[in-house]
């Protein structure tokens, strides 16, 4: 009969959680703010290039 070594199987832990059970903390991560005002995507480009800002740089 064959032996099979178990001490080499992945040990698995509890699944993680979020919530009031969350074992790590969350108060690292800030919300990003935005500096200056949003550009249209009808606006004039701020580059000035006189293209609609989605013609221009706002290609994705």
């Given at each position: 009969m064959i032996e099979i070594d178990k001490t080499d199987k992945k040990q698995e832990g509890?699944?993680?959680v979020h919530g009031p059970n969350c074992n790590h903390s969350h108060n690292?991560?800030?919300p990003i703010v935005r500096q200056t005002p949003k550009i249209?995507?009808?606006e004039p480009c701020s580059c000035g290039s006189e293209?609609?800002?989605k013609k221009?740089?706002?290609k994705s």
């Open positions: 509890p699944e993680h690292d991560i800030k249209g995507r009808n293209k609609k800002f221009c740089c706002g």
